[in-house]
């Protein structure tokens, strides 16, 4: 049971760039995030989605943009890549939205020149 | 205990001694609290959790306890081990305006476990 799995591990851009980060499920969860975790920060919630073919912004949305075609897939993508979108982003799946642990995948470590 | 800003706070413990983690949440009508731990270049794995009509949880070797007036979470963990060195964070359930219920996580505490 793979659980959560991104890819991919690495990537470096140059700004301006653009690039998607891809994320699948096989727990058949309803609900996937994507968060970004910069050092000494817990995570931040940049979009999420309660079921396929739906998409809503978090905290930090600006900057990037999600799609949901399939409930295992959560797309994020980033149009133009810019030094501050430097970070490590997690994507996360959930049974329900509330009372509910997430289960988060090992992480997308990116670097924008 | 857990804040916002650049320093992560840091708690130190000799092997085999007990450790405890603490946590200030923001929001008094979060109504599930969840605890995780995150080892170098991994994502956050769950550890246990607590909803908000209990005061006390127990799970393998790990407790969580919840005062609700101070709004105050902790982790305590027994017989601290090696493979307990990581980062620990809280996360509380809340709903923001105009938003679905969502996960707010605190900087994290980094556990450190001596020889």
């Known amino acids: 049971n793979a659980g959560v799995t991104q890819t991919p591990k690495f990537q470096v851009l140059k700004t301006g760039q653009s690039m998607t980060l891809q994320c699948a499920q096989d727990?058949?969860?309803?609900?996937m995030y994507w968060y970004r975790q910069d050092p000494g920060m817990g995570l931040r919630l940049i979009h999420y989605?309660?079921?396929?073919?739906?998409?809503a912004k978090g905290e930090v949305p600006d900057g990037y943009n999600v799609s949901r075609l399939k409930k295992q897939n959560f797309l994020l993508g980033l149009e133009s890549a810019a030094p501050s979108q430097t970070s490590v982003y997690f994507c996360?799946?959930?049974?329900?939205?509330?009372?509910?642990?997430?289960?988060f995948g090992n992480g997308t470590r990116l670097t924008v020149t | 205990g857990e804040s916002v800003g650049l320093h992560l706070p840091t708690l130190s413990v000799q092997e085999g001694d007990n450790s405890i983690i603490n946590c200030a949440y923001s929001n008094s009508a979060s109504d599930y609290f969840i605890w995780y731990k995150q080892e170098s270049g991994k994502g956050p794995q769950f550890i246990i959790d607590i909803r908000s009509n209990m005061d006390k949880r127990q799970g393998q070797r790990v407790t969580v306890l919840l005062n609700k007036t101070v709004k105050h979470l902790s982790l305590q963990i027994a017989a601290t081990q090696p493979g307990d060195s990581a980062v620990y964070f809280c996360?509380?359930?809340?709903?923001?305006?105009?938003?679905?219920?969502?996960?707010?996580f605190g900087s994290g505490t980094q556990l450190t476990v001596l020889p």
């Open positions: 727990m058949n969860h309803e609900y």
């Open positions: 996360a799946s959930s049974r329900t939205g509330e009372g509910s642990p997430l289960h």
């Open positions: 989605s309660v079921g396929e073919g739906t998409t």
């Open positions: 996360a509380e359930n809340i709903t923001p305006p105009g938003s679905a219920r969502q996960l707010t």
